[in-house]
């Protein structure tokens, strides 16, 4: 278990003591007043981080060791960090004094040294870099790790966990520090394109997971990575103080700036938030989350949320010597194996209540206090700080990395946590030091004696309100957490002068492509090719920006592109492939939640500009009016609650922000990149536009065959050939060309060309028609892939869910880190085909809808941790059902996008009063909706249970799953979520739910009975549907059946209700069981 960092048992031999840093003239022999002076004061620290810190830094690359005794040839890039910091935030002390003796450029030039050290070393691996944008996994990351003296390559990827995004984000985000005070450490073109290609790999950090500041990923320490809600909030404040950033400082030009897609680092703001206050799934508070919500990174905007996730660590990780990382850590306990990488399962049992403490995370709180004017906390911490400390042999205070439990005190600490004396690591002894504990200690103790201010080693004001926080000059945008009651700029352009001249008999004025002239109109796609060209570097073999989407808030903005003025239609407007972009009620959806987004995350000086882009083909039969009644309501200035200004495109620029693409200005030799403007249709300027009259959805009668498919399943290939020409129904064409890409394959000639050819065509002509199954069997047949499925999927796993895959009652597959679209599209085409080809398709459509929900109403997906596609589709099925009543319900697979879509909404709002409690329970099971504490009380009742809980043929074993989680983390609730997958009934697993609930109140009221046996769910549910029958026989005169629908339509609650009943069973389970005796037993005689 070994991490590298750790202290050795051996010594090494002492260095001297001011080995490497030139040591300027003694400051006794300089002339000052009486008392102690501001040089005097200066004196001692530069006496201290001489001897403490800068003696150890190497000589050839300027980095830190890990271990400060000779053998030790690693340096750590976090730990390097805070040691650049340290001198960095001394030297800005010493530029209070006019002859400081060359202290200030020596400090300086020590942490610029071990900044560039870093670079040194990153720069080595650009390869990695590259591979990494492409797929960012453990194996082909950055090292953390380097020598100390060549900036080699140590420790491979299979011996240690180098996948850490807090320590990448951390060296940007001091970067930008440091340069804004001043210091020059960035020296060419090379370097600013390797800086920005860091900047691509850390701008998806919400959507990879990694190892965290411990370096063990997952709590169990087993090798697996986890979303950290510290690495994902380190990247959002390195991205906000780089944006727009002139890495030549003062000295810079255009080609010196840096880039960052805003719509990725709104992406990483929005999933810090709904991963805070946890950590990750396994862990559900870390000292880890200190750095990120206070200093250096101050990545937590909301104060409540600030405040909820400070308490939390306090609560549970503040102990008499420092703070535990987290609970359960075996980190250099005295029960840890040191000889393993990892642990085994329920081992981290062991560790519980003897984790070591760290006074390391006292000093991050003291300069918490100190940033936040909170004297209080500063004082109560260097209480608690101040005899945690040794002294050096030169009465330096040193700083123990932590305080253990020695083995013989073990057993004892387990039994009454905090009552044994505790020992520090040997940091401190025989010249060890914990060169991260001594360098933030410098840094605290600056602080706290006023040599230098917040704003001094925050020069780019990370912890000053959001309100009040730096705006880089406007030639660059800048994402500043700015709050602005946003009016956003709307210009309408009309595809064709033709379709210009109609929409103006409305009422409604738009422009054209031509006459918005010189500025040109481009899709998106266009500013991702543009992009392209960012940071290319030939001599490092870096390719530039990787082709990712621009989202809304990118396409709000105009560009300054080789001398042209550009602006971007939004990615709702691009003609798609998949046929949702044909339903026009969605895309004016689209168009409203856009604004939404817009107004909700806009944050720079400036209005946003959004482009509306009418086509023809918006206004053709039904769809006109939907969008002539959207069109007048931006004529209004309001769209769904959102504040539109609409006007010329010439007149709206003036208020908007600028982004200059300088980086496209290509030596003379190298050939101008080309690019495509979205160009106006030529028609006839007084010809009509065509509007045939169409219904609103086709009838059910059109979208079903005329034929039994059935009947044709034996018949030849030749006579099903016949009929295709014979037919005239898309239906039974979809039908007969499944056929024959089944038998003959997707290479096989018809008429129309292969059989794929003819299955595009029925798709097209279907789509014009809306015959919706019709294009859904199509469009599975044809392997369509909507767009955006990969982001829609992580935006359900940052809010702390997993998504599952496949139809109802078959085989499931589990989604719990991002996957690229390729992947998705193989889960949902092999898990779906084989059952129901349509569902493949409208499995993708729920993905993507369930991203934007939960994304902008989480609280509708409340109670449900496992988000199972086929099992949401089953529910609206079912819900079309309840509408119908008496009459056949409507075929899913026949509404359209927007109509699937409103009845997702419909489901997932919680349920009416006036329903059956059948059909609730048959609506909440489908949803695996569980109530309020429901994980929570489990735990309770397996702590009361030894020999597990069996349901469905699924057994929870009490152990190892108590040594081995806790009951707040969201492993042990997925675990719990495991167990009850295999339920195929949905209203049976609801009846399971309220079970449990029931079990567990039963157990809290009487605190002295337990299961001596298997809880075996299924079984009591049955003994409780047998009394159920009973008490019906005799009360109503009713037959016996082994059919339990009137059981799932009885209220849970009142005489005779469910509850009842599975508490008697319940009851009767424990009581065959023993009763454990208790000392207040009221029954007892004697």
Same mark, same amino acid.
């Given at each position: 278990?070994?991490?590298?960092?750790?202290?050795?048992?051996?010594?090494?031999? *002492?260095?001297?003591?001011?080995?490497?840093?030139?040591?300027?003239?003694?400051?006794?022999?300089?002339?000052?007043?009486?008392?102690?002076?501001?040089?005097?004061?200066?004196?001692?620290?530069?006496?201290?981080?001489?001897?403490?810190?800068?003696?150890?830094?190497?000589?050839?690359?300027?980095?830190?060791?890990?271990?400060?005794?000779?053998?030790?040839?690693?340096?750590?890039?976090?730990?390097?960090?805070?040691?650049?910091?340290?001198?960095?935030?001394?030297?800005?002390?010493?530029?209070?004094?006019?002859?400081?003796?060359?202290?200030?450029?020596?400090?300086?030039?020590?942490?610029?040294?071990?900044?560039?050290? =870093?670079?040194?070393?990153?720069?080595?691996?650009?390869?990695?870099?590259?591979?990494?944008?492409?797929?960012?996994?453990?194996?082909?990351?950055?090292?953390?790790?380097?020598?100390?003296?060549?900036?080699?390559?140590?420790?491979?990827?299979?011996?240690?966990?180098?996948?850490?995004?807090?320590?990448?984000?951390?060296?940007?985000?001091?970067?930008?520090?440091?340069?804004?005070?001043?210091?020059?450490?960035?020296? *060419?073109?090379?370097?600013?394109?390797?800086?920005?290609?860091?900047?691509?790999?850390?701008?998806?950090?919400?959507?990879?997971?990694?190892?965290?500041?411990?370096?063990?990923?997952?709590?169990?320490?087993?090798?697996?990575?986890?979303?950290?809600?510290?690495?994902?909030?380190?990247?959002?404040?390195?991205?906000?103080?780089?944006?727009?950033?002139?890495?030549?400082?003062?000295?810079?030009?255009?080609?010196?700036?840096?880039?960052?897609?805003?719509?990725?680092?709104?992406? *990483?703001?929005?999933?810090?938030?709904?991963?805070?206050?946890?950590?990750?799934?396994?862990?559900?508070?870390?000292?880890?989350?200190?750095?990120?919500?206070?200093?250096?990174?101050?990545?937590?905007?909301?104060?409540?949320?600030?405040?909820?996730?400070?308490?939390?660590?306090?609560?549970?990780?503040?102990?008499?010597?420092?703070?535990?990382?987290?609970?359960?850590?075996?980190?250099?306990?005295?029960?840890?194996?040191?000889?393993?990488?990892?642990?085994?399962?329920?081992?981290?049992?062991?560790?519980? +209540?003897?984790?070591?403490?760290?006074?390391?995370?006292?000093?991050?709180?003291?300069?918490?206090?100190?940033?936040?004017?909170?004297?209080?906390?500063?004082?109560?911490?260097?209480?608690?700080?101040?005899?945690?400390?040794?002294?050096?042999?030169?009465?330096?205070?040193?700083?123990?990395?932590?305080?253990?439990?020695?083995?013989?005190?073990?057993?004892?600490?387990?039994?009454?946590?905090?009552?044994?004396?505790?020992?520090?690591?040997?940091?401190?002894?025989?010249?060890?030091?914990?060169?991260?504990?001594?360098?933030?200690?410098?840094?605290?103790?600056?602080?706290?004696?006023?040599?230098?201010?917040?704003?001094?080693?925050?020069?780019?004001?990370?912890?000053?309100?959001?309100?009040?926080?730096?705006?880089?000059?406007?030639?660059?945008?800048?994402?500043?957490?700015?709050?602005?009651?946003?009016?956003?700029?709307?210009?309408?352009?009309?595809?064709?002068?033709?379709?210009?001249?109609?929409?103006?008999?409305?009422?409604?004025?738009?422009?054209?492509?031509?006459?918005?002239?010189?500025?040109?109109?481009?899709?998106?796609?266009?500013?991702?090719?543009?992009?392209?060209?960012?940071?290319?570097?030939?001599?490092?073999?870096?390719?530039?920006?990787?082709?990712?989407?621009?989202?809304?808030?990118?396409?709000?903005?105009?560009?300054?592109?080789?001398?042209?003025?550009?602006?971007?239609?939004? =990615?709702?407007?691009?003609?798609?492939?998949?046929?949702?972009?044909?339903?026009?009620?969605?895309?004016?959806?689209?168009?409203?939640?856009?604004?939404?987004?817009?107004?909700?995350?806009?944050?720079?000086?400036?209005?946003?500009?959004?482009?509306?882009? =009418?086509?023809?083909?918006?206004?053709?039969?039904?769809?006109?009016?939907?969008?002539?009644?959207?069109?007048?309501?931006?004529?209004?200035?309001?769209?769904?609650?959102?504040?539109?200004?609409?006007?010329?495109?010439?007149?709206?620029?003036?208020?908007?922000?600028?982004?200059?693409?300088?980086?496209?200005?290509?030596?003379?030799?190298?050939?101008?990149?080309?690019?495509?403007?979205?160009?106006?249709?030529?028609?006839?300027?007084?010809?009509?536009?065509?509007?045939?009259?169409?219904?609103?959805?086709?009838?059910?009668?059109?979208?079903?065959?005329?034929?039994?498919?059935?009947?044709?399943?034996?018949?030849?290939?030749?006579?099903?050939?016949?009929?295709?020409?014979?037919?005239?129904?898309?239906?039974?064409?979809?039908?007969?060309? *499944?056929?024959?890409?089944?038998?003959?394959?997707?290479?096989?000639?018809?008429?129309?060309?292969?059989?794929?050819?003819?299955?595009?065509?029925?798709?097209?002509?279907?789509?014009?028609?809306?015959?919706?199954?019709?294009?859904?069997?199509?469009?599975?047949?044809?392997?369509?892939?909507?767009?955006?499925?990969?982001?829609?999927?992580?935006?359900?796993?940052?809010?702390?869910?997993?998504?599952?895959?496949?139809?109802?009652?078959?085989?499931?597959?589990?989604?719990?880190?991002?996957?690229?679209?390729?992947?998705?599209?193989?889960?949902?085409?092999?898990?779906?085909?084989?059952?129901?080809?349509?569902?493949?398709?409208?499995?993708?459509?729920?993905?993507?809808?369930? +991203?934007?929900?939960?994304?902008?109403?989480?609280?509708?997906?409340?109670?449900?941790?496992?988000?199972?596609?086929?099992?949401?589709?089953?529910?609206?099925?079912?819900?079309?059902?309840?509408?119908?009543?008496?009459?056949?319900?409507?075929?899913?697979?026949?509404?359209?996008?927007?109509?699937?879509?409103?009845?997702?909404?419909?489901?997932?709002?919680?349920?009416?009063?006036?329903?059956?409690?059948?059909?609730?329970?048959?609506?909440?099971?489908?949803?695996?909706?569980?109530?309020?504490?429901?994980?929570?009380?489990?735990?309770?009742?397996?702590?009361?249970?030894?020999?597990?809980?069996?349901?469905?043929?699924?057994?929870?074993?009490?152990?190892?799953?108590?040594?081995?989680?806790?009951?707040?983390?969201?492993?042990?609730?997925?675990?719990?979520?495991?167990?009850?997958?295999?339920?195929?009934?949905?209203?049976?697993?609801?009846?399971?739910?309220?079970?449990?609930?029931?079990?567990?109140?039963?157990?809290?009221?009487?605190?002295?009975?337990?299961?001596?046996?298997?809880?075996?769910?299924?079984?009591?549910?049955?003994?409780?549907?047998?009394?159920?029958?009973?008490?019906?026989?005799?009360?109503? +005169?009713?037959?016996?059946?082994?059919?339990?629908?009137?059981?799932?339509?009885?209220?849970?609650?009142?005489?005779?209700?469910?509850?009842?009943?599975?508490?008697?069973?319940?009851?009767?389970?424990?009581?065959?069981?023993?009763?454990?005796?208790?000392?207040?037993?009221?029954?007892?005689?004697?």
């Amino acid at each position: 278990m070994s991490r590298f960092g750790d202290e050795s048992p051996s010594s090494g031999p *002492n260095q001297a003591r001011y080995g490497s840093v030139y040591e300027p003239l003694k400051s006794i022999n300089l002339l000052r007043q009486d008392g102690e002076t501001l040089w005097d004061k200066l004196d001692k620290y530069y006496s201290a981080i001489k001897s403490t810190v800068l003696n150890y830094q190497s000589p050839t690359t300027g980095l830190f060791p890990i271990k400060t005794f000779a053998e030790c040839n690693e340096a750590k890039v976090r730990d390097n960090l805070y040691c650049a910091a340290s001198s960095w935030a001394l030297a800005l002390a010493y530029r209070r004094i006019d002859d400081d003796k060359g202290r200030t450029h020596e400090l300086e030039h020590c942490a610029i040294k071990c900044m560039r050290g =870093i670079l040194y070393c990153y720069m080595r691996q650009a390869d990695k870099v590259e591979q990494f944008k492409q797929d960012p996994s453990p194996s082909k990351c950055l090292h953390s790790v380097f020598n100390i003296h060549t900036g080699d390559e140590v420790l491979t990827y299979d011996i240690y966990c180098h996948l850490q995004i807090d320590s990448l984000s951390l060296f940007l985000l001091y970067l930008v520090e440091m340069i804004s005070s001043g210091l020059q450490i960035i020296y *060419n073109t090379d370097e600013v394109a390797f800086i920005q290609n860091l900047v691509f790999c850390v701008e998806r950090a919400y959507r990879v997971p990694d190892f965290g500041m411990w370096e063990r990923g997952s709590k169990y320490n087993n090798g697996s990575t986890e979303l950290h809600s510290s690495s994902v909030g380190l990247a959002k404040a390195a991205l906000e103080a780089i944006n727009g950033f002139n890495l030549f400082g003062n000295q810079g030009c255009s080609w010196s700036v840096i880039f960052v897609d805003i719509d990725a680092h709104n992406r *990483n703001r929005q999933t810090l938030c709904s991963l805070l206050p946890r950590e990750s799934r396994s862990h559900n508070t870390d000292a880890a989350l200190l750095p990120c919500i206070s200093y250096p990174a101050f990545a937590v905007d909301d104060d409540a949320l600030y405040n909820q996730t400070l308490d939390k660590i306090v609560r549970k990780l503040k102990g008499k010597y420092g703070f535990k990382r987290f609970l359960r850590d075996g980190y250099r306990t005295a029960r840890e194996d040191k000889n393993r990488l990892f642990y085994k399962p329920a081992e981290i049992k062991l560790f519980d +209540g003897i984790e070591c403490e760290f006074p390391l995370f006292y000093i991050f709180m003291i300069i918490d206090g100190v940033f936040r004017g909170n004297s209080e906390q500063v004082k109560e911490y260097q209480i608690l700080l101040e005899p945690v400390l040794f002294q050096s042999y030169e009465g330096h205070a040193v700083v123990p990395k932590y305080y253990y439990v020695p083995a013989d005190f073990v057993e004892a600490e387990q039994k009454n946590h905090g009552s044994q004396k505790r020992f520090s690591s040997n940091s401190g002894r025989d010249g060890k030091l914990f060169l991260w504990g001594q360098s933030l200690y410098i840094i605290a103790k600056l602080l706290v004696d006023g040599l230098i201010s917040p704003r001094d080693i925050d020069p780019v004001r990370r912890y000053v309100p959001p309100e009040d926080q730096r705006n880089v000059s406007m030639r660059y945008s800048n994402q500043g957490p700015l709050e602005n009651d946003v009016v956003i700029h709307v210009a309408l352009i009309a595809e064709s002068q033709r379709l210009q001249v109609f929409l103006n008999t409305y009422g409604i004025q738009t422009q054209t492509p031509q006459q918005v002239e010189p500025i040109q109109i481009w899709p998106q796609q266009e500013l991702v090719k543009a992009y392209r060209h960012l940071a290319a570097n030939q001599k490092l073999g870096l390719s530039g920006r990787p082709e990712r989407p621009v989202g809304c808030i990118g396409t709000s903005k105009i560009y300054r592109i080789l001398g042209k003025t550009v602006v971007c239609y939004p =990615i709702v407007f691009d003609l798609s492939d998949f046929y949702m972009s044909q339903d026009v009620m969605l895309l004016i959806d689209d168009i409203k939640n856009a604004l939404q987004f817009i107004k909700q995350y806009w944050k720079m000086h400036g209005r946003p500009l959004f482009l509306v882009l =009418i086509r023809e083909d918006n206004i053709r039969g039904s769809r006109f009016n939907p969008v002539l009644d959207m069109l007048a309501s931006f004529k209004q200035g309001n769209v769904g609650g959102v504040k539109v200004h609409v006007d010329r495109l010439q007149t709206l620029i003036s208020g908007a922000v600028v982004e200059q693409l300088d980086f496209l200005r290509v030596h003379e030799s190298e050939e101008l990149p080309q690019f495509k403007s979205f160009e106006e249709l030529e028609l006839p300027k007084h010809s009509k536009v065509k509007r045939q009259t169409s219904t609103p959805n086709a009838s059910d009668l059109e979208q079903q065959p005329e034929i039994n498919i059935n009947d044709w399943k034996q018949t030849s290939t030749f006579e099903i050939l016949q009929k295709l020409d014979d037919c005239s129904c898309l239906a039974s064409q979809a039908l007969l060309a *499944n056929l024959l890409l089944k038998r003959e394959g997707p290479d096989f000639y018809t008429k129309e060309g292969t059989v794929m050819d003819l299955l595009e065509r029925i798709y097209r002509r279907a789509g014009t028609r809306k015959l919706w199954s019709v294009v859904r069997l199509a469009a599975s047949l044809l392997g369509k892939l909507v767009d955006s499925l990969a982001p829609s999927i992580t935006n359900v796993l940052v809010q702390g869910k997993q998504v599952t895959l496949g139809v109802f009652s078959h085989e499931e597959e589990v989604i719990c880190n991002p996957l690229s679209p390729g992947v998705i599209k193989d889960i949902i085409y092999s898990k779906c085909n084989p059952y129901c080809e349509r569902e493949a398709v409208v499995q993708q459509e729920l993905v993507i809808h369930i +991203g934007w929900i939960i994304s902008n109403s989480p609280e509708l997906f409340s109670g449900m941790l496992k988000i199972r596609v086929g099992w949401i589709i089953h529910a609206m099925k079912h819900e079309l059902k309840i509408r119908a009543g008496d009459m056949p319900a409507q075929d899913l697979y026949q509404l359209s996008p927007s109509e699937i879509k409103q009845l997702l909404l419909d489901v997932l709002q919680p349920q009416h009063q006036g329903r059956c409690w059948l059909n609730r329970r048959q609506i909440d099971g489908s949803l695996n909706r569980t109530p309020l504490g429901f994980y929570d009380r489990l735990w309770q009742i397996l702590e009361r249970t030894p020999n597990g809980i069996m349901v469905a043929g699924t057994h929870l074993p009490q152990q190892p799953t108590l040594s081995d989680m806790t009951m707040y983390e969201m492993n042990f609730s997925l675990l719990v979520e495991d167990m009850l997958k295999n339920i195929v009934q949905p209203e049976y697993r609801q009846i399971i739910v309220e079970l449990l609930m029931v079990v567990s109140i039963v157990l809290e009221r009487n605190p002295e009975l337990e299961f001596q046996d298997k809880v075996d769910l299924d079984k009591l549910v049955k003994e409780a549907f047998n009394d159920f029958q009973r008490d019906r026989i005799k009360l109503e +005169g009713m037959e016996k059946t082994d059919e339990m629908t009137a059981f799932y339509n009885t209220p849970p609650l009142g005489k005779r209700g469910t509850s009842s009943y599975l508490a008697k069973s319940v009851m009767v389970a424990l009581l065959e069981g023993e009763v454990k005796p208790s000392n207040d037993d009221p029954c007892t005689v004697s």
